[in-house]
């Protein structure tokens, strides 16, 4: 019974054992299941709170992406690095900010600002352009007109100008008709003005062969009592000479070998025709002398004057102190001359007259060259030479013999052997000019006296030019 006691006993406590650990762990489930319901809710809560808080940090790190995007800066720029571009572009580019707090927005305001600025600026440009463009248009358009009317004149223009051409031409025409006849006119005019000058002095040289009882008063006379005058006293001459041929026949001498030998004992050329001139002055620094002539016409730079003492209007050759060559025409009746010989002991003297046989007023008397010379010694004739030379002092080179020939100059014959092309035509043609100067009486010269005319000798034809300036000594000898 005690056993069953105790068994019960144990049974009881067991029991009730069981029944408060049960009942224990049914609070302690309790609990458990309530702590684990809160701590669940807690967590659920703090998940979504960890959630939300992701959620917040996403949308945050998506609008921190987004706003960097917008600013233009990398995602992993770091936030000091952006305010120092920040603070750099509103030191830099953006000096002229002018507000106070400088952020982006405010950069982006004040360029919003600054832009609608420069939009108001560029309408204004575009209407100021429009406006010019207007103008322009405006402008082409009245150019084009002014064009067209400029046209229009130019055309006019040119037909007034080739109506004016046509009209200029025919008067042009009918100008140079008269001026031609006018010229003709002049021409026959002045031939005969030369004509009456060279008549006039003709006159006073011929006036120079008179007596001089006749020869006073001469100047002073008209033309025609002149020519009275010098007739008279030609027809006085003509009954001298007619009773000394008289004599003459009646004493034998008019006959002609008579007379030649007689003409072989006189010297050939030894005076000169007249003086031409006079020297008035002389200016030793320059070497030149003035000279006064009648008349200057058919002077010319180039040619040669003799110089002689003043006295007889005829002088003789050897008398001839200096040379001198025309180097301008100062005035009609004076003539500047460059002196080229003068005798030292006999210079130039105001008073002395001068000569030419290359010329006389308003004519150039005629030479004729003929013969054979070789001066420079080179085998051909130096004809050509000399007739240039001739012609560069003044005279006029012909090639026959007539009344108003002055000088025949016979150069002679080639030496003897030498064969000269064309030689017999030349010698025809000397033999004719020399009777023919001997039938007029014309003077005939030689070499060296054409040489002495043109104040020359054979050694200037070494250098073959003409020399120039003073050279002081006597002249050669003549032969």
Not at 127 to 136: I, P, S, Y
Not at 217 to 227: A, I, R, W
Not at 255 to 279: F, H, M, N, S, T
Not at 282 to 293: E, F, I, M, Y
Request: charged residues 30%; proline residues 4%.
């Amino acid at each position: 019974m005690a056993s069953n006691r105790t068994t019960q006993a144990a049974l009881t406590i067991a029991l009730s054992l069981f029944v408060m650990l049960t009942f224990a762990l049914a609070v302690t489930t309790y609990l458990f299941f309530s702590k684990r319901q809160e701590a669940d809710t807690a967590q659920q809560a703090a998940a979504a709170g960890a959630a939300e808080a992701q959620a917040a940090m996403q949308a945050t790190k998506d609008e921190m992406a987004k706003l960097r995007g917008i600013i233009g800066v990398a995602e992993d720029m770091p936030i000091a690095d952006v305010e120092t571009g920040l603070g750099t572009l509103f030191e830099g580019d953006f000096q002229g900010f002018v507000g106070d707090a400088k952020s982006y927005l405010k950069l982006i305001e004040w360029l919003r600002a600054e832009f609608r600025t420069k939009a108001e600026a560029v309408k204004k440009a575009e209407a100021d352009k429009a406006a010019a463009e207007t103008k322009a248009t405006a402008d082409v358009k009245a150019a084009q007109d002014a064009l067209e009317v400029a046209k229009a004149a130019e055309a006019k223009a040119k037909a007034d100008l080739d109506a004016a051409t046509k009209q200029f031409a025919e008067g042009r025409s009918a100008h140079e008709t008269q001026q031609s006849k006018l010229l003709d006119e002049k021409r026959s005019e002045e031939e005969k003005a030369r004509d009456l000058e060279s008549l006039k002095v003709q006159i006073v040289g011929v006036g120079e062969y008179l007596p001089p009882a006749r020869r006073v008063g001469l100047d002073q006379k008209k033309p025609e009592e002149q020519l009275e005058l010098i007739r008279n006293e030609l027809r006085s001459q003509s009954k001298e000479i007619t009773r000394l041929n008289e004599l003459l026949s009646v004493a034998r001498i008019a006959d002609p070998a008579v007379q030649e030998a007689i003409a072989k004992l006189q010297p050939a050329a030894d005076r000169i025709d007249g003086v031409d001139g006079r020297v008035i002055d002389v200016d030793a620094r320059s070497g030149t002398v003035l000279v006064s002539c009648r008349s200057t016409s058919g002077i010319r730079p180039g040619l040669v004057l003799h110089v002689f003492p003043p006295g007889g209007q005829r002088p003789q050759f050897g008398d001839r102190k200096a040379v001198v060559e025309v180097s301008a025409i100062e005035g009609p009746n004076l003539v500047r001359a460059v002196v080229r010989r003068e005798d030292s002991r006999n210079p130039i003297l105001s008073g002395d007259g001068v000569a030419s046989s290359l010329w006389a007023p308003g004519v150039s008397p005629a030479i004729v060259i003929v013969g054979f010379t070789d001066v420079d010694a080179d085998g051909r004739s130096d004809a050509e030479m000399l007739t240039e030379l001739v012609t560069k002092a003044g005279g006029r080179v012909v090639e026959g013999v007539g009344t108003d020939t002055a000088l025949v100059v016979d150069l002679g014959q080639p030496p003897a052997g030498d064969a000269v092309p064309g030689w017999a035509t030349e010698e025809k043609r000397r033999d004719r000019s020399l009777k023919t100067a001997k039938l007029y009486g014309t003077r005939v010269g030689s070499l060296e006296n054409l040489l002495d005319m043109l104040g020359l000798d054979a050694d200037s034809f070494d250098t073959a030019r003409l020399p120039r300036g003073r050279t002081d000594g006597r002249f050669p000898a003549r032969r």
